[in-house]
C-alpha cells in the first residue's frame, strides 16, 4: 500500500500515542469501549456463528471488539496497515496482523466472517468495490460481514463536523480534524443494500443506527453457498 494514496501517514499520525494522550482522542476511546463495544457485540453475536475464524479489516485498537463473546470458540484476528496500532489492539484479540485490506494475505474461502467500524467511509467507492471482492474472495461460502458505517444523518458525526468548524474558523494551521476525512459516508439504507449486491454479497439487514447512539448504520451480508470466490 503506497503511503500518499491510501493516507498512512494520515493514520500513523492518527492513531501515534501522541495524539492518543489528547482530551478528544482519551474521550473517544472510552465512547468506544461503552457504547460501540456493546453495538458490535450485538450484530457479532447475533450473525457470526458461535465458533470459527473472524478478521476485523482495519482494526485500529480494536477497543469496539471487547465484547464479543468468545465462549464457543471464536477467534478473532485484528488486521490494520499501520503496525504501530496493533501493539495498543485490546487483549480479546487473538491474533494481530499489520496487512493491506485491499490484498490479505490469507487463502480464498479461509474466514467465517469479518467486522470493521468507521473504516468504509474514508475510500472512495471504487476503492470500496475493491475492499469488498477482496473480504468476499477471503469468506468462507455462508461467511458474514458487519459493517458499521457513518451516515450522512449521524448526528454524532454532524457535532464532530461543528467542532471542527469552529476551532478551523481561525485559519488553525495544520487544519484540525478528530481523525482523518470521510469522503464515502452511507447516505441511506437502500445504498448499503445496493453496496453489498453489487460486489456479489446477499443482503441480511442494514440496521439504522440506535444502538449506536445514530453514530453509524449497520450493513450485514453473506457469501452465498456455493460461491467458492
Known amino acids: 500500500m503506497t503511503d500518499t494514496r491510501f493516507g498512512l501517514s494520515d493514520w500513523t499520525t492518527h492513531w501515534s500515542s501522541q495524539n492518543q494522550a489528547s482530551v478528544s482522542q482519551r474521550f473517544f476511546?472510552?465512547?468506544?469501549?461503552?457504547?460501540?463495544?456493546?453495538?458490535?457485540?450485538?450484530?457479532?453475536?447475533?450473525?457470526?456463528?458461535?465458533?470459527?475464524?473472524?478478521?476485523?479489516?482495519?482494526?485500529?485498537?480494536?477497543?469496539?471488539?471487547?465484547?464479543?463473546?468468545?465462549?464457543?470458540?471464536?477467534?478473532?484476528?485484528?488486521c490494520d496497515f499501520v503496525r504501530s496500532v496493533l501493539t495498543q489492539c485490546h487483549p480479546i484479540m487473538d491474533v494481530r496482523a499489520a496487512a493491506d485490506i485491499f490484498r490479505l494475505p490469507l487463502a480464498d474461502n479461509t474466514l467465517d466472517g469479518v467486522w470493521n467500524v468507521g473504516v468504509m467511509e474514508h475510500f472512495l467507492h471504487p476503492d470500496i468495490d475493491r475492499i469488498l471482492s477482496e473480504l468476499r474472495r477471503v469468506l468462507k461460502p455462508g461467511g458474514v460481514i458487519i459493517l458499521l458505517w457513518p451516515a450522512t444523518?449521524?448526528?454524532?458525526?454532524?457535532?464532530?463536523?461543528?467542532?471542527?468548524?469552529?476551532?478551523?474558523?481561525?485559519?488553525?494551521?495544520?487544519?484540525?480534524?478528530?481523525?482523518?476525512?470521510?469522503?464515502?459516508?452511507?447516505?441511506?439504507?437502500?445504498?448499503?443494500?445496493?453496496?453489498?449486491?453489487?460486489?456479489?454479497?446477499?443482503?441480511?439487514?442494514?440496521?439504522?443506527?440506535?444502538?449506536?447512539?445514530?453514530?453509524?448504520?449497520?450493513?450485514?451480508?453473506?457469501?452465498?453457498?456455493?460461491?467458492?470466490?
Request: charged letters at 25%; zero cysteines.
Open 29 to 78: 476511546s472510552w465512547y468506544r469501549k461503552a457504547v460501540f463495544a456493546r453495538t458490535v457485540a450485538y450484530f457479532a453475536n447475533r450473525y457470526f456463528a458461535a465458533r470459527g475464524v473472524f478478521l476485523e479489516a482495519g482494526s485500529g485498537t480494536s477497543e469496539t471488539s471487547g465484547r464479543i463473546d468468545k465462549s464457543m470458540g471464536r477467534v478473532l484476528v485484528a
Open 153 to 229: 444523518d449521524s448526528l454524532p458525526q454532524k457535532g464532530l463536523r461543528l467542532v471542527e468548524w469552529f476551532v478551523n474558523r481561525r485559519g488553525r494551521a495544520p487544519k484540525f480534524r478528530f481523525h482523518p476525512d470521510e469522503i464515502s459516508k452511507l447516505r441511506s439504507s437502500a445504498e448499503g443494500r445496493e453496496i453489498l449486491i453489487r460486489n456479489g454479497l446477499e443482503l441480511i439487514t442494514v440496521d439504522w443506527g440506535l444502538r449506536s447512539l445514530m453514530a453509524f448504520k449497520t450493513v450485514v451480508g453473506r457469501k452465498a453457498i456455493g460461491q467458492p470466490t
